[in-house]
């Protein structure tokens, strides 16, 4: 069993920076790929970004690129994501989710666990 607790969202103005942590209790996070997911109102649930296992490769959505990076610290079998330039259209609840694979995917549904998500608004 894997439980994921995310954690650093707030309210930003745009243009600002956060960073958002995942952390975990049970198994830990060897083995796993990991990903970031949101969700903002009237809309389904968007691939943000992910990383394999132990985390040689990283991919994220092309409306983040240049803005947001991930990254992941084994040791203390936790997650991030680091947040810049953020826009109003980055408003959602963000995800952290844990599939049980070394390889990361960008699909929701090839990820066997997520956390219960934390609120990020960007104000303009």
């Known amino acids: 069993q894997v439980q994921l607790v995310e954690s650093g969202g707030g309210l930003v103005q745009a243009g600002g920076s956060l960073t958002l942590s995942c952390t975990t209790s049970g198994r830990g996070f060897s083995g796993i790929a990991l990903g970031w997911f949101r969700q903002a109102p009237g809309k389904e649930r968007e691939f943000v970004a992910a990383?394999?296992?132990?985390?040689?490769?990283?991919g994220l959505a092309d409306s983040v690129k240049g803005r947001f990076a991930i990254s992941r610290d084994n040791p203390k079998d936790t997650l991030y994501l680091q947040m810049n330039a953020l826009r109003p259209e980055d408003t959602a609840v963000y995800y952290c989710?844990?599939?049980?694979?070394?390889?990361?995917?960008?699909?929701?549904?090839?990820?066997?666990?997520w956390g219960p998500g934390t609120q990020i608004t960007a104000s303009s």
């Open positions: 990383i394999s296992y132990p985390g040689r490769s990283t």
């Open positions: 989710e844990a599939r049980l694979y070394s390889t990361r995917a960008t699909n929701a549904q090839a990820y066997d666990y």
